[in-house]
């Protein structure tokens, strides 16, 4: 158990509405990921951050916004939902030098 | 483009049989590559993880096989199990830095007969 919570677990919203999704560790780790996964394609990263107000962008940051101010919590927005961002959304953590990424259980988001 | 992907969507084997999961990957500059294990309704799992400046490194029931000759990445599981039953993915760090920016490939589901 890698100490990451996610919520929430499940979330159904409508297009045009804002949302939030949070991303909490106990382990002090300064790398956070998030992520998300759809069918034929995998897990692809939207932003991560190497520590407290240091983030950037992965491969499919648009429409997405993520803040950091404190080690703990890392947030991921979506400002303007969209039906393309349904999906299941995954934080990471990085453990040691290794590089090793733990996963939280994910948050199941449906936009209609 | 360059991607990190798997020959195979899916395999079913019978339980107690050992099961190879490959994993192809296109930059040779990649030098850490990772197994994860996701059960349905989870997050993905890490299982083993090897660097370029090995061939081989075994767990608990599992080996990771690398050989970067052909970029090839392959896992195997003795004595599989039902418990075994998941999607597996492999993944790679691309950038070769302390950032962890993984790469990861679709998976591929793996079904355990009794």
């Known amino acids: 158990d890698a100490g990451i919570t996610q919520s929430p677990r499940h979330k159904v919203t409508e297009t045009g509405t804002p949302v939030t999704l949070r991303c909490h560790q106990t382990e002090n780790h300064r790398y956070m990921y998030w992520y998300r996964q759809d069918p034929g394609h995998g897990l692809r990263l939207i932003h991560y951050?190497?520590?407290?107000?240091?983030?950037d962008k992965g491969e499919v940051s648009d429409g997405y916004s993520v803040s950091r101010s404190k080690t703990e919590d890392f947030l991921l927005t979506l400002e303007s939902a969209t039906s393309s961002q349904t999906s299941v959304y995954f934080c990471a953590i990085s453990v040691g030098r290794t590089d090793t990424q733990h996963f939280g259980d994910g948050t199941r988001l449906s936009i209609l | 483009g360059e991607s990190v992907g798997l020959h195979l969507p899916t395999l079913s084997v019978q339980e107690g049989d050992n099961s190879i999961i490959n994993c192809a990957y296109s930059?040779?500059?990649?030098?850490?590559f990772i197994w994860y294990k996701q059960e349905s309704g989870k997050g993905p799992q890490f299982i083993i993880d090897i660097r370029s400046n090995m061939d081989k490194r075994q767990g608990q029931r599992v080996t990771v096989l690398l050989n970067k000759t052909v970029k090839h990445l392959s896992l195997q599981i003795a004595a599989t199990q039902p418990g075994d039953s998941a999607v597996y993915f492999c993944a790679e760090n691309r950038y070769g830095g302390s950032q962890g920016n993984l790469i990861f490939g679709k998976g591929t589901k793996l079904s355990v007969k009794p």
């Open positions: 930059n040779s500059a990649s030098d850490y």
């Open positions: 951050s190497y520590g407290v107000k240091d983030t």
